[in-house]
């Protein structure tokens, strides 16, 4: 079955730069979620979209913002980067219908490193 | 305040033993409730849901959860542990508006051969 895709898997980026991280949710799915998990911390909620509108925010620093796109997929866009926002980044996709209510199915991550 | 909270943060159990991983959540409205893996440096691998009806809920990899209300409970069991079942455990509790999932802190589990 389809899964959740992320690009890239690996990013090193210097302080002050931006990137760029990409979410394909499971095909149908409508929902994107992004978490942050810390080096030995539990995810964390950053943002979600339902039909490409944000649907609910959680602590997501001013300097990252995302989008969803018509073909469903997701953008996190990270500028002026601090060595703090190292961190797996996880994208997460649902959908009401086809898989069950609230159920996520998360893609395998990025991994940035802020040097 | 909605929160999950698993006690143990590293649990050691011989191959073949049975496991035990607690959750204790607080959540104001009905809760759906969740547990996932994640080996080293992989994503979040969905084990088993509990939505509704029947508390005891079975999952993948021979995994089962049971849904205690009134002691605010999902635990996490598995009557034989495998060698490759070592990796990190999460509970995560979501609610039926929004759909961000509150994680647990997280169990690390190691399997002694």
């Known amino acids: 079955a389809a899964g959740v895709i992320q690009s890239p898997r690996h990013l090193i980026k210097e302080k002050r730069e931006t990137a760029t991280l990409k979410c394909y949710p499971i095909p149908r799915h409508d929902t994107v979620y992004w978490y942050q998990q810390g080096p030995g911390q539990d995810p964390q909620f950053l943002i979600s979209?339902?039909?490409?509108?944000?649907?609910d925010k959680g602590s997501i620093p001013d300097r990252f913002s995302a989008q969803q796109f018509s073909d469903y997929h997701s953008e996190l866009n990270m500028s002026s980067l601090e060595l703090g926002d190292s961190a797996l980044y996880f994208c997460?996709?649902?959908?009401?219908?086809?898989?069950?209510?609230?159920?996520?199915?998360f893609g395998p991550g990025t991994r940035l490193l802020v040097l | 305040a909605q929160s999950v909270t698993q006690p143990d943060i590293h649990i050691t159990v011989s191959e073949g033993a049975s496991l035990e991983l607690r959750c204790n959540y607080s959540y104001g409205a009905t809760p759906y409730l969740f547990w996932y893996v994640q080996s080293p440096g992989q994503g979040l691998q969905l084990l088993l849901k509990?939505?509704?009806?029947?508390?005891l809920v079975q999952g993948i990899k021979g995994f089962e959860a049971e849904f205690k209300r009134s002691q605010s409970s999902f635990n996490l069991r598995k009557p034989s542990v495998h060698w490759s079942d070592a990796a990190e455990y999460f509970c995560?509790?979501?609610?039926?508006?929004?759909?961000?999932?509150?994680f647990g802190q997280g169990t690390e589990l190691s399997v002694k051969p």
């Open positions: 509990y939505f509704s009806g029947d508390t």
């Open positions: 995560a509790v979501g609610g039926n508006q929004g759909g961000k999932l509150i």
């Open positions: 997460a996709s649902s959908s009401l219908i086809s898989t069950g209510y609230e159920t996520q199915y």
């Open positions: 979209f339902y039909e490409k509108m944000q649907s």
